[in-house]
């Protein structure tokens, strides 16, 4: 059974630092989903990494994927408000059937 | 506009009165799936769908029912609601399996 655990699990940063979300999971995964939630609103797709050493990057948010460590991170630079938000990691199990969410992180950036 | 479209938002029953939650997406999607999302937990799918007819339990699929009768539509059924079932729920869509998801606005159920 695929598990998926990020950390930390709450994050408040200041504005202008920087930080970085992990998340593991357990078993062998085809893809990695990285997904944001704003307080009150549904999910919306962030990233699709989907092989070793794959790295995305919009604005900033860079996330990236190494498959032998069964770790993903979501990297963010120069933390602004607007990115205060839930951020979630999905990993799709490799026979394809399933995908499995972490626990997400809480993110607050403060000025 | 694209979009998956759930109803109701917000819904307060009682616990043994049956409830369908409606989920639908006008994108030509193939696969459908159902989450709900606890404090804590993240989202745990509940059903999904690959394609019409087809539909497949998920992570936790005890007290739900789904149907996929049409490309566009996959609702929720909950027979006999019990508290624990007290939910975000969302439905969500994407092209395939291995496509970023599209989610709805979710429906948050009360079952009391």
């Known amino acids: 059974e695929l598990k998926v655990e990020q950390n930390p699990l709450f994050l408040s940063m200041q504005e202008g630092k920087n930080y970085t979300i992990y998340c593991n999971y357990s078993?062998?995964?085809?893809?990695l989903y990285w997904y944001r939630q704003d307080p009150g609103k549904s999910l919306e797709s962030l990233f699709v990494?989907?092989?070793?050493?794959a790295v995305k990057q919009e604005g900033r948010l860079m996330a990236s994927l190494d498959t032998k460590a069964r770790l993903s991170t979501l990297h963010i630079t120069a933390a602004v408000h607007d990115l205060s938000a839930t951020y979630f990691c999905?990993?799709?199990?490799?026979?394809?059937?399933?995908?499995?969410f972490g626990e997400g992180t809480q993110l607050t950036v403060n000025p | 506009e694209a979009q998956v479209t759930q109803n109701p938002r917000y819904l307060i029953t009682v616990t043994g009165k049956k409830l369908t939650v409606t989920c639908s997406q006008n994108?030509?999607?193939?696969?459908m799936s159902w989450y709900r999302q606890d404090p804590g937990l993240g989202l745990r799918q509940i059903y999904y769908?690959?394609?019409?007819?087809?539909?497949d339990k998920g992570d936790v699929p005890e007290g739900y029912k789904v149907s996929r009768k049409e490309k566009r539509n996959f609702p929720l059924i909950l027979e006999s609601p019990s508290p624990n079932q007290t939910s975000l729920y969302f439905c969500?869509?994407?092209?395939?399996?291995?496509?970023?998801?599209?989610f709805g606005n979710g429906t948050r159920l009360t079952v009391t």
């Open positions: 969500a869509s994407s092209l395939s399996m291995v496509s970023p998801l599209h």
């Open positions: 078993t062998t995964s085809d893809r």
């Open positions: 990494l989907l092989s070793n050493g």
């Open positions: 999905a990993a799709l199990e490799t026979s394809g059937s399933r995908l499995t």
């Open positions: 994108m030509n999607h193939e696969y």
């Open positions: 769908s690959m394609n019409v007819e087809v539909t």
